[in-house]
């Protein structure tokens, strides 16, 4: 755990927040500054920076997190509208917080990218 990591207090409960899905892997929260109707962060258990560099025994942690993505977006009633999955990676990216997680995004018609 990274002892100021926003991410790992919420895990642990020093951070209130509203938990929508939680496994062994990984945990799904409501963005606190939406940019959809729906915005949710996948977030793993495990604190990973980033997802370059990942060792491969935690490559399963990557697949429970689409797993868990699908599952929520069907509970948030996007799953048949459709939604984007992003990764930010590093700070050309706007990653704001230095732990890997996968933003589910959707609840109206997205733009273009970029």
């Known amino acids: 755990m990274d002892e100021f990591c926003v991410f790992c207090k919420i895990r642990d409960g020093e951070i209130p927040s509203e938990?929508?899905?939680r496994d062994d892997h990984c945990f799904v929260i409501k963005d606190i500054n939406p940019v959809a109707p729906v915005h949710l962060l996948v977030i793993p258990v495990e604190h990973f920076t980033y997802l370059s560099g990942l060792q491969p025994e935690f490559h399963g942690?990557?697949?429970?997190?689409f797993s868990a993505a699908s599952s929520v977006a069907a509970t948030e009633g996007i799953a048949d509208s459709g939604y984007r999955l992003i990764v930010n990676q590093r700070d050309d990216s706007g990653q704001e917080v230095p732990h890997l997680h996968l933003h589910v995004i959707g609840g109206r018609r997205l733009g273009a990218m970029g």
């Not at 942690?61 to 997190?65: D, F, Y």
């Open 61 to 65: 942690t990557i697949g429970a997190m």
């Open 19 to 21: 938990v929508l899905h």
